[in-house]
């Protein structure tokens, strides 16, 4: 019989949550950790806007109405997160604003003594990654859980595939595939009042100070998963892309390709796009000398074929499920007293993305060691209020955009 080393108390009270960040992801994490986990109650909320806060309330209330405190907590504003911090009765929170703020939170979260969900990205610039990296080894010390929204890394076919290239069952991994190209994305227009900063704030997506562009904010899934594959960082990254459909005022790209060197000379081809009307394509290829793995995003499945083509395994997975096994695996690694800390995992495939953005936007070879040890480039506003003036919107032109 094995015996637990925590006390029983700490293994069964209830753990009091609170959530950063209310809008669709927000109020999609509660809502897997409530639904996966016992013993959790939704205590308090922040949030920029506060009907934001209030709108998660109520659908949380209708959900689980015996997991969800009786009185609102609400704390709106840029500093709304910084009173749920403070709340000392609070043990996990769940951090799920614009990737933008995510390093900063982290790092004061975990200060704090909180557990936390962090979603991805965890950061969209060098300057987040080195303070992802700081905060990583302080959550190790103070024996604080910090766990990823990386979801593919706990859907069972994911974890099937990675483990079967791992067996040797498509032989020695040469090279990879990954795909995100899907349709259009949100934009919120600019109201007449909005300083910069409230403008920017509302329309994030489309600021790279905040998003990252979409290789950042979206398809980090692909990047997360090569990294996983391939068991460490690329060497360096080439690429290209540029834009046709945003608005005058976004800085997003449309698209962009690009080739990742891992060591060994293992080469990813790698591509993310968003354009309405053209054809979409999520997913992995993994190939090896005795054979290729897909490992498909969504509900989509993995399989791996050997050299003749011939279907030799394959697995299916849910990706609702995964979306709550994260949670499960969470507030169970806090209540054994074992916290789970993927920040580190979390910040390296995130920085594989800027990196790739980096290239592609300069038009320049970068490097792994550049862009972690010696770039400067740090996109988060000094001083930053709801009425600051922020630079003009403008996006990259490789050959003119300076490599930092």
């Known amino acids: ?28 994490a509660i809502n897997d950790s409530l639904s996966i986990n016992e013993g959790v109650r939704l205590v308090a909320t922040a949030d920029l806007y506060a009907p934001k806060c209030a709108s998660l309330w109520k659908a949380m209330r209708e959900a689980h109405p015996d997991k969800v405190a009786a009185e609102e907590t609400i704390a709106a504003g840029l500093d709304g997160y910084r009173r749920v911090l403070d709340d000392t009765t609070i043990d996990l929170v769940l951090i799920t604003t614009s990737p933008g703020f995510r390093p900063i939170y982290l790092r004061e979260a975990v200060a704090a003594g909180k557990h936390v969900f962090a979603e991805k990205p965890g950061c969209v610039d060098p300057a987040g990654y080195r303070m992802c990296l700081e905060t990583h080894e302080a959550a190790v010390a103070k024996g604080v859980a910090v766990v990823a929204g990386t979801q593919y890394r706990r859907q069972v076919n994911y974890v099937g595939a990675v483990e079967q290239i791992r067996q040797g069952a498509i032989g020695d991994v040469i090279g990879a595939t990954a795909r995100y190209c899907a349709g259009g994305i949100w934009y919120r227009p600019r109201t007449e009042g909005m300083s910069d900063a409230e403008y920017q704030l509302n329309n994030w997506m489309h600021f790279i100070w905040l998003s990252g562009d979409q290789i950042a904010e979206q398809a980090v899934h692909n990047l997360d998963t090569i990294n996983w594959v391939m068991g460490e960082n690329p060497v360096s990254a080439f690429g290209s892309g540029g834009r046709f459909t945003r608005p005058d005022d976004s800085e997003m790209w449309d698209s962009v390709s690009l080739d990742y060197e891992y060591p060994g000379n293992r080469m990813v081809s790698f591509m993310c796009r968003q354009i309405p009307g053209a054809a979409g394509d999520v997913g992995n290829v993994i190939y090896g000398t005795k054979g290729q793995c897909h490992i498909g995003a969504a509900n989509a499945g993995s399989r791996i074929f050997d050299r003749d083509g011939k279907k030799v395994w394959e697995m299916a997975g849910s990706i609702a499920d995964a979306y709550k096994q994260e949670h499960k695996d ?16 979390l910040a390296d495939s995130s920085m594989v993305a800027v990196m790739g953005r980096m290239a592609s936007y300069t038009g320049q070879k970068v490097t792994w060691k550049f862009a972690t040890e010696e770039s400067k480039l740090d996109l988060f506003p000094k001083d930053l209020t709801w009425e600051s003036s922020l630079p003009k919107p403008q996006f990259a032109v490789p ?3 300076k490599l930092v």
């Open 1 to 28: 019989m094995v015996h637990s080393s925590v006390p029983a108390a700490e293994e069964t009270r209830e753990l009091r949550l609170g959530v950063i960040g209310c809008g669709g992801r927000g109020s999609g």
């Open 330 to 345: 969470l507030v169970d690694s806090i209540r054994a007293g074992k916290p789970i800390v993927e920040l580190r995992q």
């Open 399 to 401: 050959g003119k955009t």
